[in-house]
């Protein structure tokens, strides 16, 4: 009679794939995520990649992550010690064994772990696991390399091709060992290569053939069923802190009625937003990729000034270069949302690092007398209302505003429910059209109950000035061009 897996419940667990930085695991790590929200889990999940430009395939300095920590409760981080680590060479396993539970299961390709492969990791012995003292984990030691490269023969696929699909099988073993059905990884597979249907199918059978590995060495390890919970009903999908800012600016200038404009620079770990936003043209969002941060923040104002929702992305670096172009903006008393995705510091930083650097950069970092307002996320899925207010509270106030985030909620991601734009409240930017007191209108005007001066977009008809006053104070007369009827200065 053949054994029997042995499954373990349980409400939370961490998952970490690791590899070099060629080796797929954020597609891996991504997929799994979406897999896992799908099933009705709570996730979170944080990548990690080094900051090098890619390091020597082996070494230390190249290893690249992915951490989800999922489970049936509400999970707020990415955790911290994993269950399960898949670690595709030495350098992989020597860099994370800190971040192993005393009993975790440990996926490893032997053929990675060859003698070359442990030199390159600075091991001293040919016994890795012995060497850096993990006794209590649980081995799950194949050939991935070996057979995946069989596996897709039939393809025609190139030697290095091939081994490109290894994530794949890693990714179908540990959906078997967390009981998680194929079809819809095979659906994003399809999806994400779409145009090459011969990469998709060698995608999918080698992740068919991790999950079928697992099935038959069903008695060497536990598996993990981690209960769903029940979930509000809706459209759910995996988001990131990036891609749910932009939304959240998206939405924003959608209650409001206005076009959205982002002017940026790219800046890490920013640069998504400008990725995200300049993908939506089909619903009217302008973007700018500027030479710098300063000209970044400066067609925002130009935009704002145009009767634009307007916003710029950047992270510490460039938000102090954008400190005078903010004050600018605070004097004008111009909507402006500023996206400040902090990282390590000081100075240039560290771009990769995670840190909440900035605070009192946001709050007084410009010359005189300059407040704005400042607002802080707190989780990826939070980005987006906390974009949202942010868009509110810089058109109905006609003000600055600065949305903190981080490198750590802007690259991790949580599941989440799309919300009904109707339970989000109207946006009224208090236009110039709405002036109705008895006086003369001038650009210092201010409505009488909120304080905030009218919004007097150029070209708006009886409100369009000349220097010196009102266009209707005004007869069009031609310029003379005559040198003689122009007075010295």
């Avoid at 060698?202 to 069923?225: E, Q």
């Avoid at 300063?294 to 704002?304: N, R």
């Avoid at 949305?403 to 109707?422: H, K, Q, Y």
Wanted: net charge negative.
């Amino acid at each position: 009679m053949a054994e029997q897996t042995k499954v373990k419940t349980l409400e939370k667990v961490v998952i970490r794939f690791s590899g070099d930085s060629g080796d797929g695991m954020q597609l891996t790590g991504t997929i799994f995520s979406n897999l896992s929200a799908v099933f009705g889990n709570e996730i979170s999940t944080f990548p990690d990649y080094p900051a090098e430009v890619r390091a020597p395939q082996g070494t230390l300095s190249g290893v690249s992550g992915f951490q989800v920590h999922l489970g049936s409760r509400k999970i707020f981080t990415p955790g911290d010690k994993a269950d399960v680590l898949v670690a595709m060479n030495p350098a992989a396993l020597k860099v994370n064994v800190k971040h192993l539970k005393p009993n975790a299961i440990v996926l490893i390709d032997t053929d990675s772990f060859k003698k070359s492969d442990l030199d390159k990791a600075l091991f001293t012995t040919d016994d890795p696991f012995t060497e850096l003292g993990l006794t209590g984990v649980q081995v799950v030691a194949a050939p991935i390399s070996t057979m995946v490269k069989d596996g897709l023969v039939e393809f025609g696929l190139d030697n290095k091709s091939a081994l490109r699909c290894k994530n794949m099988f890693a990714l179908g073993l540990v959906c078997w060992l967390f009981e998680r059905p194929l079809e819809e990884a095979m659906h994003m597979l399809q999806n994400k290569f779409a145009k090459k249907p011969v990469i998709a199918q060698a995608n999918i059978k080698a992740l068919t053939d991790g999950y079928n590995y697992g099935n038959n060495i069903h008695a060497s390890v536990s598996t993990y069923r981690i209960e769903s919970k029940k979930a509000e009903p809706g459209f759910y999908t995996d988001v990131n802190g990036n891609k749910a800012t932009s939304y959240g600016l998206i939405a924003a200038a959608e209650k409001a009625g206005l076009q959205l404009f982002l002017g940026s620079y790219p800046i890490t770990p920013a640069t998504d937003i400008l990725h995200e936003l300049s993908k939506r043209k089909d619903l009217g969002v302008i973007t700018v990729q500027a030479e710098d941060e300063i000209a970044g923040i400066c067609t925002s104002i130009g935009a704002s000034f145009a009767g634009c929702l307007a916003a710029t992305s950047t992270s510490g670096p460039g938000l102090a270069l954008k400190s005078e172009a903010i004050g600018l903006a605070v004097i004008a008393e111009l909507p402006l949302v500023i996206i400040d995705v902090q990282r390590g510091g000081p100075s240039t930083g560290l771009p990769t690092k995670s840190e909440q650097t900035d605070l009192m950069q946001a709050l007084y970092g410009r010359n005189g007398e300059s407040p704005a307002v400042v607002i802080a996320a707190s989780t990826p899925t939070d980005c987006f209302d906390a974009a949202f207010w942010a868009g509110k509270l810089a058109v109905e106030h006609m003000t600055p505003v600065i949305l903190l985030t981080d490198a750590f909620i802007a690259n991790g991601s949580s599941a989440w429910r799309i919300p009904e734009m109707d339970k989000y409240p109207e946006i009224k930017p208090n236009y110039v059209a709405n002036y109705q007191d008895d006086k003369v209108w001038k650009a210092y005007r201010r409505n009488k109950e909120s304080l905030v001066r009218y919004w007097a977009i150029p070209g708006t008809e009886g409100f369009a000035h000349r220097l010196g006053g009102l266009e209707k104070d005004y007869e069009t007369s031609a310029i003379s061009t005559d040198p003689a009827n122009h007075q010295k200065m």
